[in-house]
């Protein structure tokens, strides 16, 4: 009796110590994104109780009741005090500290990584992994990437174009800092519009996205960040020349103008003049250009108030010339005396964000976002002329707080867009005004440990397309250490630009018809697709070396769909789907640390693109079937603040399937399928010290070339003319060398 006695007495002790404090730790320095933090120090104020994160910047130690203090700290980061008042779990951000002593730290920062806590399948690309190839502009930046596919549009414009899950890039939200940017006028050749050195760091969302950045996502969502005037260097230059006469310049100029106030003068210049025809078909096998890109970026900090601000003022003038190469514009331009093309682009941009967290209560924030933009393009492709004039606002509110505690978040806001058009294509004069209003709630749900949530529901109504509901759904599970099971699902609803996504349709001899004209798009319906997606991350060791191998499945589900029907040689014709319209995609990727700083990344990408057409269930032209992607990179150890860096890139796609040329005479006619193609690319870099750097390069180094890739290349004013059968590289090996200068 007496055991049983002293047993109850110890009752309260022992349950207080099996209470356990959990929670996560993240650091919020890296990239703009918080990761877990591993190796962060917690201890209870005036005791020895404490822990120690693990490699997910989780912990958890003993509640100690009536001590309330919970001091955390890092190296480099400002140590915080928290008042825990119960073992509810939390969620704590450290930041650096610029009050420490300078330390050097020799370390290799992750130039791609995936986060085994978040919902979404998210991959985060830095700025080390954008400098493995010569990534002159967004366009490029995707080549040491296994998600992204990149290829050439057409065989005259020299436009690269980007496609996730097997679907164009208007089917993508592309976002520069969280606002669309990459949309309407801009997606033929908006991408190319954003220089690479600008970016600071990339986030790839495969499937359905966040509602709180619109309904338009489709197939997944990418956001660049960009450079900061706060944490840049003071002068950066990179200069760029390619064998192919490609020469560019990149300068930034960061300056301090107080301890609030910061400005960035960001200046890109970049021009081709020399003609080439390498397959002697006539015609230039890039195009000539040039393009001078000025942006000037405000920011201002008050971390007493819990404010950040960042302004943004932007002029672009881009100017093409492509064609045969004795074509003269100030001759020709128009006329059947050559075929030739001019693309003249000029835009104004204006953008705004606002942050500000609560000093008070740090979990509440409120984040303002405005844009405006203002795009003109003049164009002709041999005889088609198109013209367009679009002008956009955006804006969105976002509130940000927590439900109980900190395992409980929600985002809720609203946002407004306004889009005008006016266009001239197919001689005709086509004008419209989109204008939509939409509320958001999203909840996101983390026990710290297993299982992670974030569900979003947003509701707009649309002067064009009516009022609906756009829902999103994303859950991780990880049942085990290093792993997370993900699955997603989300509608998305689009108007399809049918004249400007379509642009490289008017290098051709096709006739253009639009079948429907009951709608209120161009007499069209709005695009709505569903998508599913399913996915595995483990990470592991494989004799004694990092590894993590990813495993993803995506459908898209079309419901309605603006088709664009190139089965007929001599036609294109736009119309409403009509059945089924889907796309499944499976990648299975390996990354692997072969041995100290030797990187090895594998893929392969399986595509089943189909749409119904009028002729019938087809394959999507120029979509392969199968991909198969290897990057290795290799860096030699820091000595005396110099270093080598080498990266190698392959590239293998399958057979590709053609639209239909059976209308053509026979010397025009394709085959059905194209060849398999392979594709080389490597860098070296030499880094002399912190300030300079010398790099060089090769696209392409095998040589391959796409034999004809215009169709009726001797008789480009025929019924059968198209340059849009490019599945490969039109241009043969190309060789660069540039430079990088950065003082801090």
Known sequence: ?????????????????????????????????????????????????????????????????????????????????????????????????????????????IATSRSYLKAENTMFVSSDELLKAACCNLSESFETNPSIDVNFSDAVSGTKQIKMLGLASPYILIATENIPAIRGASQAYGLSFIPGTWVESIQITKGAGSVVNGFESIAGQINAELVKPTTDDALFVNLYGGSNGRLELNT??????????????????????????????????????????????????????????????????????????????????????????????????????????????????????????????????????????????????????????????????????????????????????????????????????????????????????????????????????????????????????????????????????????????????????????????????LFGRKADITLDFYRTDFKNQVVVDLENAQEVNFYNLEGDSYANSFQAELNYNVFSHFDLRTAYKFYDVKTEYKSGKLIKPLTPKHRFFANASYETEIRNNSMWKFDLTYNWLSQQRFASTLNNPNQYRLDDFSNTVATLNAQVTKVFSPKFEVYLGGENLTNVKQDNPIVSADNPFGTSFDTNFVYGPVFGSMYYAGLRYKLK
Do not use: C
């Open 252 to 541: 930034h100029i960061n300056t301090t103008l107080s301890d609030k106030w910061s400005t960035g003068l960001y200046v890109h210049g970049n021009t081709h003049q020399e003609k080439h025809d390498d397959n002697n078909d006539g015609f230039l096998d890039m195009p000539l250009y040039k393009q001078i890109n000025v942006m000037n970026r405000w920011q201002f900090t008050n971390p007493e108030k819990g404010i950040v601000t960042f302004f943004n003022l932007r002029y672009l003038d881009d100017a093409k010339q492509s064609g045969q190469i004795n074509f003269n514009p100030n001759t020709d331009k128009l006329t059947t005396n050559a075929w030739g093309s001019e693309i003249d682009t000029k835009r104004y941009e204006l953008s705004a964000k606002l942050g500000y967290v609560n000093p008070e209560i740090p979990w509440q924030s409120l984040g303002v976002q405005f844009a405006f933009s203002n795009h003109e393009q003049e164009s002709y492709f041999g005889l088609n002329q198109y013209n367009i004039e679009h002008t956009s606002i955006y804006s969105n509110v976002i509130y940000n707080s927590i439900i109980d505690d900190s395992r409980h978040k929600i985002k809720t806001g609203v946002n407004f867009t306004y889009d005008a058009y006016n266009e001239f294509a197919i001689m005709q004069d086509f004008g419209r005004t989109e204008r939509s209003f939409g509320g958001f709630f999203e909840y996101a749900f983390d026990d710290l440990e297993y299982f992670t949530l974030t569900a979003g529901l947003r509701a707009d109504t649309h002067n064009l397309l009516g009022q609906f509901i756009t829902p999103r759904l994303h859950m991780r599970y990880s049942p085990w250490g290093k792993s997370a099971f993900r699955a997603s699902v989300g509608r998305g609803k689009r108007s399809a630009n049918i004249f400007a996504e379509n642009q490289n349709l008017f290098a051709s001899s096709r006739n253009f018809s639009i079948l429907n004209n009951n709608g209120n798009i161009y007499g069209l319906d709005p695009e709505i697709a569903w998508n599913y997606g399913l996915s595995y991350l483990q990470g592991f060791n």
């Open 1 to 109: 009796m007496k055991k049983l006695v002293i047993l109850l007495s110890f009752m309260p002790f022992l349950m207080a110590a099996q209470e356990q404090l959990k929670g996560v730790v993240y650091d919020a320095s890296i990239d703009n994104t918080n990761q877990p933090l591993f190796g962060a120090n917690l201890i209870w104020s005036g005791t020895k109780v404490g822990a120690s994160t693990d490699i997910d910047g989780k912990f958890s130690l003993p509640f100690v009741d009536g001590n309330n203090k919970l001091i955390i700290s890092y190296v480099g980061f400002k140590s915080d005090t928290l008042t825990i008042t119960s073992a509810k779990p939390i969620q704590h951000v450290l930041r650096p500290t610029n009050d420490l002593d300078e330390v050097v730290v020799n370390s290799r920062k």
